[in-house]
């Protein structure tokens, strides 16, 4: 196991993406200890901040099944769960998340409902309750309502608006919709209070607002500050310093850890430093990453000069809130639906610029001339629709309109065994010639860069 869990992690160029790793174990070791303490747990969907700041305030531990399917996968110990889930009736064409979860728990569920013995970080704990999302998917909607075959403990699926690029633009339609998610979200909190016989400290909310608000800005600026020559930050390391903004914006560590982060790229912009050596070639990559082969990435730097410059919308921090909205908004509650809405909608701006038919394509046009790409990797996953069912219109996109080729590699966010990496690396060999040819293009046409 030891040499397998060597190959799947990926070398990182930056030292404050070496000590990320805290945040992961330390998620779950909160939750441990607030299980032994009889303190709740939930087991949360990620919600872009909708639910997971009500649940803090509330004084709920969470833990996130999906970040656990990408730790399974990126030991390479996913296997069992999986095999597990396919054994209980769960299709292979499934979310992987979805399916290391289920395995997970039917093997909890036969262990007197604790972890199995040779869990990854000793798994995660039995849940007081679970907090669902409708965003982005069908499986994430049902999936949590699947797990009630091993779990009966209460469940809230959060909702939000999902609003099409030319109804956004409706008269009233977004503040109709921030509307719709603050009362939502006020069922939310009196759910909470019922389920745990006690009452929101409000107070407590808004500094979690407040400091997650903080946080989430300071990572938007590291962001803008990746689009410098040669690439100061690369997918390898974005991935690990993603998790303490995603996960967990409201804790103090994190802000002072995307300080640290700030700091280190800032100095590498400051003076030339490249995150790879021999940077040749800026792609982007979308959408979601193989957990399990991060490595491929080193593989591409190292025989390619490729530096990924850009990659995975949904993991990055938000636009930020406009600063004339934070001062009128005194609601904590309205704060997070501005929040939550804000980034599903925060390209819409370019996909009706473009007469994109959704905002999918969005990041990654602004993406390529803001980061200069050369070209971008799509990775369709048979287990993930949402994530695949536009990949193939964005790569066309790129192309036509904006002379930015695509290759298309196919794999999984959890299942190695659908992962071909000699053919991967055999098709980005043959895809560099494309890039050299697409640079061309783009300087004939004009284009500035």
């Given amino acids: ?87 209980e009736g769960f299709p292979a064409t499934l979310c992987g998340y979805a399916r290391n979860c289920f395995g997970f728990a039917s093997m909890m569920a036969e262990n007197n409902m604790e972890p199995p013995e040779d869990a990854p970080a000793g798994g995660m704990p039995k849940p007081t309750l679970m907090i ?53 979200l006020r069922e939310f909190v009196s759910f909470l209070e019922n389920i745990l016989g006690q009452k929101m400290d409000w107070d407590r909310l808004v500094e979690i607002v407040d400091r997650t608000l903080k946080t989430l800005s300071l990572a938007y600026q590291v962001d803008l500050l990746r689009k410098a020559v040669p690439a100061p930050m690369v997918a390898q390391d974005f991935y690990a310093i993603m998790i303490p903004h995603l996960y967990l914006p409201y804790d103090p560590e994190a802000y002072a850890f995307y300080q640290e982060v700030y700091a280190e790229v800032k100095h590498r912009v400051d003076h030339g430093i490249g995150a790879i050596p021999n940077e040749q070639y800026r792609m982007m990559f979308a959408e979601l990453p193989p957990w399990h082969s991060l490595s491929f990435f080193d593989k591409l730097a190292e025989n390619f000069g490729i530096a990924f410059v850009y990659e995975s919308w949904g993991y990055h921090a938000p636009v930020p809130i406009p600063e004339e909205q934070l001062v009128r908004v005194k609601d904590p509650l309205e704060l997070i639906a501005r929040l939550t809405y804000g980034k599903f909608t925060e390209y819409y701006g370019i996909a009706r610029k473009y007469d994109f ?23 369709p996953l048979i287990s993930c629709r949402p994530a695949t069912y536009e990949l193939l219109s964005t790569k066309n996109i790129l192309e036509q309109q904006f002379k930015v080729p695509g290759v298309i590699i196919e794999g999984d966010i959890v299942d ?34």
């Fill in 416 to 449: 190695l065994r659908v992962f071909n990496e000699e053919e991967a690396l055999s098709r980005i060999e043959a895809f560099v010639e494309t890039m050299d040819d697409y640079r061309w293009q783009r300087k004939a046409t004009g284009m500035s860069w």
């Fill in 357 to 379: 038919s959704t905002s999918r394509t969005s990041p990654y046009a602004m993406a390529a001339s803001e980061y200069r790409a050369d070209g971008i990797m799509c990775h």
């Fill in 132 to 184: 669902g999302s409708g965003a982005l998917c069908d499986g994430r909607f049902k999936w949590f309502e699947a797990m009630r075959r091993y779990l009966d403990v209460p469940l809230w699926t959060l909702e939000r608006p999902q609003t099409g690029i030319q109804e956004f633009y409706l008269p009233e339609h977004k503040e109709s919709a921030v509307r719709m998610i603050t009362s939502h």
């Fill in 1 to 87: 196991m030891g040499t397998k869990e060597k190959q799947a992690r990926s070398a990182k160029s930056m030292e404050t993406a070496r000590k990320a790793g805290y945040f992961g174990k330390k998620m779950l070791k909160k939750a441990h200890l607030a299980h032994r303490e009889g303190r709740p747990v939930g087991w949360s969907m990620v919600s872009w901040y909708e639910g997971e700041l009500i649940a803090e305030a509330m004084g709920i531990e969470l833990v996130f099944p999906e970040n656990y399917g990408a730790l399974c996968a990126a030991l390479r110990r996913a296997e069992p769960y999986l095999e597990r889930s396919g054994s």
